[in-house]
């Protein structure tokens, strides 16, 4: 909400702040993802927000700096979401649907970060699968590989 009310001003102010990953962007709404799921059991660990810089900036090509960017702007927009649709429309509609399955691939990898699988982050899994027409079937393979990648490491 703080930042919601920084951008509102700053608006009125006649300086608006410069959003260089714009709401119909696919990585927007992949990071926005990815950072509720490690952020739904209230507890980012260190080890989780490594991982995500690792996923973000590997699978868009990012440099460091606007990894770190990207992920801002994922917590804002993660903020300022009332449900998952949004994001989830957005990747829908702009990947197919092994580029779908990566997601969620990235997101149970994300759950296994810290080592412990919070209930809250199995049920935004569900949901986000459902939303984005990723079969239970898949979700479930993505599950375990991610968990064996995890216990191998």
Known sequence: MLPAIRRFLAEIMGAPE??????????????????HV???????TPDERARLHDLLKERFALGDRDT??????AKTADDEAVDL????????????????ERIIEMMWQLVFAD?????????????????????SQ??????????????GQ
């Open 85 to 100: 649709y949004g994001f989830t429309s957005v990747l829908k509609r702009h990947l197919d649907e092994r580029e779908r």
């Open 68 to 73: 770190d960017a990207l992920i801002a702007a």
């Open 18 to 35: 410069p959003r260089p990953f714009t709401e119909d962007d696919l990585r927007l709404s992949a990071a926005a993802l990815l950072f």
């Open 38 to 44: 490690i952020a739904v059991d209230d507890n980012v």
């Open 138 to 151: 898949v979700r479930i393979r993505l599950k375990q590989s991610a968990r064996a990648t995890a216990a």
């Open 115 to 135: 080592g412990e699988v919070h209930e809250f982050e199995e049920n935004v899994l569900w949901r986000v699968a459902e939303l984005m027409g990723v079969s």
